[in-house]
């Protein structure tokens, strides 16, 4: 059924790698909301060994920082997934690039 104002589109699949697995995501979607979909729901770990994952969702803490495509500080809470696109947890503090 059709909503008679809102027309809905269809997002593109695309596919990246967390951790050398492949996984599909929608195009458009950040890196945290498509690993959540996957299942995946730790991003990493403090300096103290703690897992960390999603908490605030607009950039303000450092709780998604994750490795992508070799860089580290990454905050996949607001970085748009993309094709191809590697990204690897990031454990403990990382050097600032």
Do not use: W
């Not at 990246?16 to 990493?44: C, H, M, Q, R, S």
């Amino acid at each position: 059924m059709e909503h008679p104002i809102l027309k809905a589109k269809t997002a593109r699949t695309v596919k990246f790698y967390f951790e050398d697995k492949e996984l599909e995501a929608l195009e458009g979607e950040t890196i945290a909301a498509a690993l959540i979909a996957n299942g995946i729901d730790v991003f990493g770990e403090s300096e103290h060994g703690r897992p960390r994952g999603f908490f605030c969702a607009i950039g303000k803490c450092s709780s998604c920082l994750m490795v992508v495509d070799g860089e580290p500080n990454v905050r996949v809470c607001i970085t748009l997934v993309k094709e191809g696109m590697r990204v690897q947890r990031q454990l403990g503090r990382s050097d600032v690039a």
